[in-house]
T-cell receptor, first 112, second 115 residues
């Protein structure tokens, strides 16, 4: 079945550094969603992408929909301690049953 | 405020007991979902519902049951048949967009512990 592979699995960075993570699949997705989950909370939608090549920003976050439709990237500029959390990519499965497929997440830790 | 509400936040259950987790949304969303998350893991789909009075099994439905009698509500029952129920449970909802259900919004989660 369809799978989303996120990398890296975890990152430990210094405050102020830029962060880059990606999500890849062997199959095509028509939508890419990026979520952030803080400890003990539900995931919060950060950015939604609907067109190949689309580049969308949300504050210090920028996400891109890969032109092959098989990948997406999330960048965080000038990281701060509150960026800590797990970042998930997600997309609807191809059979149009309404199911969302999630990647395994990238855990980000920021050292002040 | 519009949103999706899960209750309770924390739940303790004795082995052999059934327990029901509540999920309510006032976003007028058609689709609702239940996910399970274990420590350090991603989200695994338990059940989902595209429309009232209809629902489908997800990837790990064994030991769980759901109902969708109202658009706003999608309760999840963890039965005694679920052998390892201790986990963080997340409910989500979404509305159709160009024929696809996307942009799911999540509740705050319920942490279930079996004692």
């Amino acid at each position: 079945g369809q799978q989303l592979n996120q990398s890296p699995q975890s990152m430990f960075i210094q405050e102020g550094e830029d962060v880059s993570m990606n999500c890849t699949s062997s199959s095509i997705f028509n939508t890419w969603l990026w979520y952030k989950q803080e400890p003990g909370e539900g995931p919060v939608l950060l950015i939604a992408l609907y067109k190949a090549g689309e580049l969308t920003s949300n504050g210090r976050l920028t996400a891109q929909f890969g032109i092959t439709r098989k990948d997406s990237f999330l960048n965080i500029s000038a990281s701060i301690p509150s960026d800590v959390g797990i970042y998930f990519c997600a997309g609807p499965n191809s059979s149009n049953t309404g199911k969302l497929i999630f990647g395994q997440g990238t855990t980000l830790q920021v050292k002040p | 405020d519009g949103g999706i509400t899960q209750s309770p936040k924390y739940l303790f259950r004795k082995e052999g007991q059934n327990v029901t987790l509540s999920c309510e949304q006032n976003l007028n969303h058609d689709a609702m979902y239940w996910y399970r998350q274990d420590p350090g893991q991603g989200l695994r789909l338990i059940y989902y519902s595209q429309i009232v009075n209809d629902f489908q099994k997800g990837d790990i439905a064994e030991g769980y049951s759901v109902s969708r009698e109202k658009k706003e509500s999608f309760p999840l029952t963890v039965t005694s048949a679920q052998k390892n129920p201790t986990a963080f449970y997340l409910c989500a909802s979404s509305k159709p967009r160009t024929g696809l259900n996307t942009e799911a919004f999540f509740g705050q989660g319920t942490r279930l512990t079996v004692v």
